[in-house]
């Protein structure tokens, strides 16, 4: 009777810290998932912005190239940012792309002491030297 009691009371000296790891190893991983999808994101975007062959368009292709590719891993388009620079849209000039997002905490119990993580990844591609078309 005496060790089912101490048994109790040693499971419940411990779950908090095995809660709290594996919150952590979710969070982990919350934070990875966020990062490759980022990275494809801005890789997806900044591919489209310089194969566009409308040069007033390359901003326009790059951010729904990153909503699509965001929405592709399963997370919302409309929490991330992405920001587009290039020096101009002429031949052989590099194009620039930034894509943050915000990751959660994860939803399990002690889950709330991981503050909100901000993810950003950038890609810079040069606009194709050989378009014809302008």
């Not at 194969?51 to 190239?65: E, F, K, V, Y």
């Not at 930034?98 to 950038?122: K, M, N, Q, T």
């Amino acid at each position: 009777m005496r060790r089912k009691g101490q048994a109790y009371v040693e499971f419940i000296l411990v779950l908090p810290l095995m809660l709290l790891i594996i919150a952590g190893i979710i969070a982990f991983g919350q934070g990875l998932y966020v990062k490759l999808a980022t990275q494809a994101a801005a890789w997806a975007a900044a591919r489209h912005a310089v194969a566009t062959l409308n040069p007033s368009r390359g901003s326009q292709q790059a951010i729904l190239a990153a909503r699509y590719a965001l929405a592709g891993f399963a997370l919302d388009p409309n929490d991330a940012r992405v920001e587009v620079s290039t020096a101009g849209w002429n031949r052989g000039v590099r194009v620039a792309v930034r894509v943050c997002y915000d990751v959660p905490p994860p939803p399990v119990p002690y889950g709330g002491i991981f503050r909100p993580l901000r993810i950003c990844s950038g890609q810079t591609m040069p606009i194709y030297r050989w378009k014809s078309r302008w």
